[in-house]
């Protein structure tokens, strides 16, 4: 955002806010292992509205990805900061064009590990999980050199279900994907690269939750289930998505 608001870590010609960033980041690495930054889309001073990103702007996007690696892990040395992902769920906008999202991260990822060899960086950030051809084919255009995680989103229903048991099958059903997903990455030779559920919860979002079981012990018995069926079909990490957040 470049708005002027007392959050955002851009200032409002849409470079980076330094200054910000280091607070954030001096209050936030001391309580953590490990941290993923994500840099959902490109700034709005590069581009506006809710189509691709233009040929012509990759470059200059890569570079601007590659500006808050040098601000993170080469002025600061933040070394807690291990992973980049590029772009959030991004796969609906090149719905169909999983190849044009791969060169986009692609040029990225380059121009970022340019800056710091030892980050890691992160892609897909997918936000349907059941989108098998897409999925793939943006694996099958990457390599492991370019990606050295991949992650994606998944949650348990859209829908304002109240059969608890129901809820909970599909806890299992969100962990058995994950098994799916990583057939593909190894299919591809991305055995080595690691898997996120990145997002995770029993509702798409709290609206669908007439009886506040996120906010409840049932929710917290939700994602026991989903973490321990992901764990077991070899996801690396993931993540509940909290409404504070």
Known sequence: RTDGHSKSWLNSDGTWNATRIKTVLDNVSPNCQQIMITIPKWSPTLATGSAKLPADKHTAFANWCAELVNIVRVQNNYTKVVYFEVLNEMDGVYNGDSAGLASLFKKCSSAMRAKHSGIKIAGGAWTQAWD??????????????????????????????????????????????????????????????????????????????????????????????????????????????????
């Open 132 to 245: 098998d051809a897409d999925m793939q084919a943006f694996l099958d255009n990457v390599t492991s050199t370019d990606m050295q995680a991949f992650t994606y989103h998944h949650y348990g229903t859209g829908n304002t279900s109240t059969n608890v048991a129901d809820l909970y099958n599909k806890a299992e059903a969100v962990g058995e994907r994950t098994s799916t997903i990583r057939g593909w990455m190894n299919d591809r030779g991305h055995s080595s690269t690691a898997l996120f559920l990145g997002e995770t919860q029993m509702f798409t979002n709290w609206d669908l939750d007439t009886q506040n079981y996120m906010s409840s012990h049932r929710g917290g018995v939700w994602l026991a289930l989903a973490f321990r069926s992901a764990s077991l079909r070899r996801v690396n990490g993931a993540t509940a998505i909290d409404r504070f957040v």
